[in-house]
């Protein structure tokens, strides 16, 4: 015989592991919507008339992230969804990962923006590490810096209020604990900046999903059968990540609740932050106008070895 659900009795197809609960496909879908908003509700991330940009990547995160965006949005009719790819122009897998993002748009009967490097950079990814100059600048450092900014300029192009993005609860604590590591604990606030201090020409960022984990959102794509891509970006350069990962699966493991833990750590350091006196001041670029702490931004800077 099955194991019955934790919640209602029906038989149980997932494990939660870290509230030691049965779940049938009925009750993950609902407790892990009802997380979602949860979490949403405790960081104000969303207001009831927010146009709200949702970074699509193709991959099972933002697909879960757009799904019970959609479930929860039904109770706001004033709310407007817009999901948003920024293509990279990366040959042989952003390429496929946007199939999975129309296909899951269609599927949800909602209409995908996208943006590429190409147009809005003047050059794909793929061509940048090709032509650039300095090899031991990486492609993902070029690839997150531009992505960023890409996302800022659609999201202001497409008036939305909030950009939000599939970021999960591993990803999140590694992130933490990878900066934690380095000595960079002020970058922890610059990634979790609440809307409640915003900066100007900044569109606010926000992680509806930070309390998922992984093994959830993958059992949650499962039984909803969401279209998603999942193959691994070919510069990945995830050799320091994915030591974080390994221990702190391991951690997780051997004490359940561990990376929701390291997570609330990272909200605590990213408050007190905020609530310091601002040491850099944040103006305009010099070059194409978007918010930066130097003269001229990131993302300027890095284009300007291919001429701008
Ligand atoms: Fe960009 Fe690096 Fe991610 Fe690939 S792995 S999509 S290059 S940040
Ligand atoms: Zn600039």
């Known amino acids: 015989m099955s194991t019955p659900c934790s919640k209602c009795g029906k038989p149980a197809v997932y494990l939660r592991r870290y509230t030691m609960e049965q779940l049938c496909k009925s009750c993950l879908v609902k407790t892990t919507q009802l997380r979602v908003q949860k979490t949403i509700n405790k960081g104000k991330m969303l207001r009831e008339d927010d146009r709200i940009a949702v970074a699509i990547s193709g991959g099972k995160d933002s697909a879960v992230l757009l799904e019970i965006l959609v479930q929860i949005e039904k109770d706001y009719p004033r709310t407007e969804l817009a999901p948003l790819t920024i293509d990279e122009g990366i040959k042989g897998y952003r390429d496929r990962a946007l199939e999975a993002a129309r296909e899951l748009c269609s599927k949800l009967d909602l209409a995908l923006e996208v943006r590429t ?84 020409g900044l569109v606010p960022r926000a992680k509806p999903i930070k309390e998922l984990s992984e093994r959830d959102i993958v059992a949650y794509a499962y039984y909803l059968h969401l279209p998603y891509h999942d193959v691994t970006c070919p510069y990945a350069e995830e050799a320091y990540r994915n030591d974080i990962r390994t221990f702190l699966n ?53 284009l300007a070895e291919f001429g701008g």
Request: charged share 25%; with cysteine; proline share 4%.
């Open 117 to 200: 490097f190409k147009d809005l950079f003047g050059h794909s990814l793929d061509w940048i590490v090709e032509n650039r100059e300095n090899s031991s600048t990486g492609a993902c450092s070029y690839c997150g810096v531009l992505r960023r900014q890409a996302l800022n300029t659609a999201a202001l192009e497409i008036e939305a209020d909030v950009v939000v993005t599939g970021h999960n609860l591993d990803d999140e604590a590694q992130t933490v604990v990878m900066n934690v590591m380095r000595g960079d604990s002020r970058r922890i606030a610059r990634t979790n900046r609440s809307q409640e201090f915003p900066i100007p």
């Open 250 to 302: 391991e951690m997780e493991h051997k004490r359940p609740g561990t990376l929701l833990a390291i997570l609330r750590s990272g909200d605590a350091i990213a408050e007190i932050y905020e609530l310091l006196p601002q040491v850099a001041r944040i103006h305009k670029c010099v070059s194409c106008g978007m918010p930066t702490s130097k003269k001229i931004c990131k993302a300027c800077s890095l």
